[in-house]
């Protein structure tokens, strides 16, 4: 009985994903903007939530107000990664 049970000649290569992959294969993919860019879009994200998060406590929406501190907080804590000033 052939090693190969599906009767290939040979044994099919490795998927991209697997985890036998060559290491340039798993490399990630460049950005298209520049570093500059990426944190003035992170800056910008982060304080449009955080007013919007100032708004939603002034009506009173604690719950939505949480929501969007969090996503503000990410946005910020990116833009701090990106600076080099973060984790």
Not at 28 to 48: N, P, Q, V, Y
Not at 58 to 73: D, F, H, M, S, T
Request: glycine letters at 10%.
């Amino acid at each position: 009985m052939p090693d190969n049970p599906a009767g290939f000649d040979r044994p099919p290569s490795p998927r991209a994903g697997a985890s036998d992959a060559s290491p340039r294969r798993m490399m990630m993919a460049k950005s298209k903007r520049t570093l500059s860019e990426r944190i003035a879009d992170a800056d910008d994200r982060g304080g449009r939530y955080l007013a919007d998060a100032n708004e939603a406590v002034e009506r009173g929406n604690r719950q939505k107000a949480e929501k969007l501190y969090e996503k503000g907080q990410y946005w910020l804590d990116l833009s701090n990664k990106l600076r080099g000033c973060g984790e």
